[in-house]
């Protein structure tokens, strides 16, 4: 048996929930419960490959929020209290 015979051809869908998270799903079952359909269907690679081109997945909705939000410590020594 060749090895393209033996590759998973299952199709799968890149989906999104409401934080902005991504990720893949078989492309014949139905979303789960708060997700969405992004129009992106393929192999299990060619989804992945997607999700890292466009820069999916890294950190949802809320964290880039709270990320906005830090700030910064003092640097160049420790902080004390006096």
């Given at each position: 048996?060749?090895?393209?015979?033996?590759?998973?051809?299952?199709?799968?869908?890149?989906?999104?929930?409401?934080?902005?998270?991504?990720?893949?799903?078989?492309?014949?079952?139905?979303?789960?419960?708060?997700?969405?359909?992004?129009?992106?269907?393929?192999?299990?690679?060619?989804?992945?490959?997607?999700?890292?081109?466009?820069?999916?997945?890294?950190?949802?909705r809320?964290?880039?929020?709270?990320m906005?939000?830090?700030?910064?410590?003092?640097?160049?020594?420790?902080?004390?209290?006096?």
């Open positions: 048996m060749k090895k393209d015979e033996r590759e998973d051809k299952s199709l799968f869908k890149v989906v999104i929930d409401h934080e902005q998270q991504h990720s893949i799903w078989p492309a014949d079952r139905e979303n789960p419960l708060g997700w969405n359909d992004v129009g992106k269907t393929g192999t299990n690679e060619e989804c992945l490959d997607y999700l890292k081109e466009v820069g999916a997945g890294k950190k949802s809320r964290q880039k929020e709270e906005e939000h830090v700030v910064p410590e003092e640097t160049g020594g420790e902080r004390g209290d006096l």
